[in-house]
């Protein structure tokens, strides 16, 4: 089973002190930082872009910037997000018509790539070959385009069916997780953590992050039913 990793998602941080949070964060115990961002078309919001991305990759060095591209175009930006020091590219299955391209072009550029897929896709919309290609598969436990919603239940049976299928590959959960909300994800088979209300807005962050950590661990260590 690969390893637990919590991705604190930076939307729910102060955006003008982006760099230090992120360096905060993997002081903190983070593996990884989820950097989102929407292009204010396939989601009703605009974060950031490859400007951003590069100016936090020059100040926290050894950051792992697993970007979350929420945009209709997701071959239009893997030049710029690479060039900017991304390390994992996650698009969306709705925003594409072919997948196993949009991996190929990912991968070319040396980065990890990821699916992801919004509520009300069902898990197996991905295929064996397309869940194969890539390296992590999203599920989104919210709609894309604000941080600090309520997390959905009924997605986490994708979760099951995706594990099941996978069990060698990365699998996140984002949107709504946080420490009464990572038991159900990681019992399900999720290994990778997206949190950011539930990180950012904690008194004590660094004890959230080892929660969700343990609760990774604690799923995986549980004897296969
Ligand atoms: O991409 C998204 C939402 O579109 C997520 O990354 C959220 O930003 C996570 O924030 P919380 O739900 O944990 O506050």
Redesign the pocket.
Known sequence: MPRAIISP?V??SDFGQLSAECKRMIKDGAEWL?M?VMDGHF?PNITMGAPILASVHKGVPGIFMDC?M?VSEPERWIDDIADAGGAMYTFHFEATRNPSTVIDKIHKRNMKAGIAISPDTPSTAITDEVGQGADMLLVMT?Y??????KFIDRCVPKVAELRARFPEKDIEV?????PKTVGVCADAGSNVI?????IFGAADPPAVIQELKDAVNTAQARPAK
């Open positions: 998602s939307l729910a989820h989102d989601v979350h929420m919210v894309p385009g604000h941080g600090g919603q984002d949107g709504g997780v946080g997206v949190a950011g209300t539930a």
